[in-house]
């Protein structure tokens, strides 16, 4: 997808990954939220590093939110 994806990819796999490893999230609940986070989150082209740290802080909180609705195994 190109522009901040990388960036929203990112911050929700750690989100998801430290989920999963608390105990709140299965395994396969880690794509679920990585994947769900970049499909609600819009991708701009590009920007400073304010646009990522905004980008940023956005997808962890989005990720964090359906982490702690998704379903357990």
Wanted: proline share 4%.
């Amino acid at each position: 997808r190109g522009g901040t994806a990388p960036v929203v990819l990112n911050a929700a796999n750690e989100v998801a990954v430290q989920a999963f490893l608390g105990g709140r999230l299965p395994f396969l609940g880690i794509e679920g939220v990585v994947e769900s986070t970049l499909a609600q989150l819009e991708h701009a082209a590009h920007g400073g590093l304010d646009v990522v740290l905004a980008t940023d802080a956005e997808a962890r909180r989005v990720a964090a939110d359906l982490a702690r609705r998704w379903p357990r195994a």
